[in-house]
């Protein structure tokens, strides 16, 4: 009969070997997809609509990004990269993993909207992702976002005002000291925001290597996402009112319907600036 201790070193055994063949197959996967949507030429929407019916859920434009500049990168490095170096891209690598690395880089500007795809924009991110690959080839890790948020919150929270690179020092504890990068914690403490479960916010002083940083709680209670949307919810219908009230002929148009629209809104705003008062007062 198999012991305790023989049965557990199978199923740890099993365990790592299903986790290594899933990121191999979730690899497999993201860069075919990758691949085929940059193929088929199609636009972010008709490939998010025709993928929803596929599928029969809801897939984002935002979904569908993140595979097109995937694939971009997949197509740049065979087109680029092969035969000018032995090393190659890891077989596992997804497309989440490659945006860690992608997020850690910078834009030399603004390339949104109609700029997007301009010849200023695509050499920009052809760049980036010269960047990536050498990142890749370096070995360095990039730490998701959420576990270098978590490591600031739990080790960092202070009035006492640091640089990022004393933040990295500071929050190596959380990951064996191990060295953690100085970018990474750079792009965690740009869109480190409040939130109901999490109310803490950043505040900077000075710019570049040498700005300083330090991560405070926020008093009181941060409106929900739901709370912001019940709001929402019962402004514009009112200013809809407002809307259709003005559109009307001067002499059709009351001032009492006005003013009673006016007074449903101050009680919404009273109710706004109440949980910021709360928020501020604590």
Not at 91 to 114: I, M, P, Q, V, Y
Not at 205 to 229: C, F, H, N, W
Request: hydrophobic share 40%; glycine share 4%; aromatic share 8%.
């Amino acid at each position: 009969m198999m012991s305790t201790k023989q049965f557990d070193l199978r199923l740890t055994h099993i365990d790592e070997q299903s986790g290594a063949m899933q990121e191999r197959v979730d690899g497999y996967r993201d860069q075919q997809l990758a691949k085929l949507f940059v193929e088929c030429e199609w636009s972010q929407e008709k490939l998010a609509e025709h993928l929803a019916a596929k599928w029969g859920e809801e897939v984002s434009p935002m979904w569908v990004s993140y595979r097109l500049r995937f694939g971009r990168f997949l197509t740049f490095f065979n087109t680029t990269c092969v035969g000018t170096s032995s090393w190659r891209l890891p077989c596992n690598l997804a497309e989440g993993t490659f945006r860690n690395f992608w997020d850690a880089t910078t834009a030399s500007g603004d390339f949104s909207g109609k700029r997007a795809n301009t010849e200023a924009a695509v050499k920009d991110e052809e760049r980036r992702f010269a960047e990536v690959v050498e990142e890749m080839k370096s070995g360095r890790m990039i730490r998701p976002k959420k576990q270098i948020r978590a490591a600031l919150i739990n080790h960092a929270v202070s009035r006492e005002w640091l640089t990022a690179e004393q933040m990295a020092k500071r929050i190596a504890c959380a990951f064996n000291n191990r060295p953690v990068p100085v970018a990474d914690v750079q792009r965690t403490l740009r869109i480190l925001s409040p939130t109901p479960t999490s109310p803490y916010r950043v505040e900077k002083a000075g710019e570049g290597d040498m700005a300083k940083y330090r991560i405070i709680k926020v008093k009181g209670t941060i409106p929900s996402r739901k709370q912001l949307s019940q709001w929402a919810s019962e402004l514009i219908p009112m200013m809809d009112e407002i809307i259709r009230e003005m559109n009307k002929h001067p002499a059709a148009r009351s001032d009492a319907s006005l003013a009673a629209i006016a007074s449903k809104i101050r009680k919404v705003l009273e109710s706004v600036e109440a949980k910021s008062l709360e928020a501020i007062e604590g």
